[in-house]
């Protein structure tokens, strides 16, 4: 089926529910999900998705495109965010002026998107309401109820959208975790009377759906914790997710229970420690000590929270690992914690940390020696005991890649369920006897470049690719009006090592060669701009190509006088 630019050529029937994903299906992040209604329009999360070593330098932020929605903008009734992270509220700064819709969300996650927004300048546009926990709300045609769950940041909320007779239940993210910590825990006699309401649709969490068993409890991850940092003889530095609530609590408690203080590097983690609050968590969490007073505190008394758990080279982590840190500097027998997960494409990364950190004579404790992290996401059993819960007719498996929405899928057929796979883009139609794809619309991935995002696929990045695959070489030639040239033909190479070549004699000897091919130009071809252009491009690239055996990116600047 071939994509539609534009949402209003989709075919929708009055009385019917469709469900759009633009982003977060068949990819992990940049969750966007659109519900259609009798002309109306729900948004449920905004998210980002990060950059790695597959998209063109200098993009680390990537936001779906939902240039799709441009022509309905009038009939969005609201954005509902689901919960906090990135990959669900990333992107709100970055799209809403393309969107304007009122946005709805619990306290928490409202004041990450107050903090983003007010970034952008945006704060004082954006009518931001925020929700009680267990609220039902009518918005447009949609009737949405907020179903608190359990995750790995504070209110991880499932949505209940009843519209035209349809009850959809769209899990977001979540897990069932007896002992979250912080937060309440799940009410589990609440799905069991959704179950009983008769849930129609699920479209749920598929991350961990080829994983068996159960994610795990953060007070299990607490005493994994417990255990590891009350061992450590002197300083330890602990790197885990700043949003993870819950995992700072803990660190926070474990502080006070093997007489250690707290102190903190990084400003996410800040971030989050405000937010978290202001907003009512984290009650207990010991006062900080600063950076300046850490030299008065035996380094056996002292707890570091750093962020960086992926790596990320500007994060605390990195530069305590590089010993580049201006406040704090590890010394050998201290402990580095990191109570996270390796996400998939930071394994590089994070080696190279654990290397430089060992060079120190720092013990390194990863997930892999000790149960210090768990999963925000459900693992199968849990899956198993919400379907069995809910009593959907079809589950619409989301927020994973191809091969986790496909095990959520056969999990869900393995329960006697159906389940309706989608993809991004797809249009899938809440058919009660058997949902069916209707349609496709455009999707995409803008990449953020400074302040404007831009298409992945633009020229502007595929050159940006280019140029840092293969560097670039610049040509000046300036040629009078009977064609001759005026001035030596100049050459310059950025970022093309040259190797035994001297650069000087290179040059020249490009120069040289490009008299050569003028010389025996064609006037036709010395007239055309693009000809002489393009006959340069290919003769140079292969003289370069076989001296260097290398093929950068050209630019022939030409001058006529
Ligand atoms: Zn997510
Ligand atoms: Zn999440």
Known sequence: MKPVANISQIPFVDGQVYFIPLGGSGEIGMNLNVYQCNGEFLLVDVGITFGDDSTPPGIDVICPDISVLRSVRDQIRAIVITHAHEDHVGALHYLWSQLKAPVYCTAFTASVARRKLGEAGLLGQVPLHEVAPGSRIQLGCFDVEWVTLTHSIPEPNALVIRVAGRIVFHTGDWKLDPHPIEGDDYDDKRLLALGDSGIEFVVGDSTNANIEGWSGSEAECRQALLEVIVKQPNRVAVTCFSSNTARLSSLGDIARETGRRVTVLGRSLFNYLQTAKATGYLKNFPDLVPTEDLDYLPRSEQLILATGSQGEPRA??????????????????????????????????????????SQKNVRVVTENDAAIHVSGHPCRDELRWMYRALRPRYVIPVHGEERHMSAHADLVTDEGLGAARVTNGDVLELNISEPSLIGRVHTGRLGLSGSSLVPLSDRSLSERRALADGGLMTLTIVLDNKTRLVTEPQVQFIGVPSGDIDPESLNRDLSHATEEILLEMSSRTLQSDDSLRATLQRELGALVRQWLGVKPKQLVNLVRI
């Open 316 to 357: 605390a982590m990195a530069r305590l690992a590089k010993g580049e840190h201006q406040d704090l500097l590890l010394e050998p027998e201290d402990t580095v914690v990191f109570s996270s997960k390796v996400i998939p494409g930071n394994e590089k990364k994070l080696y190279r940390l654990y290397d430089l950190l």
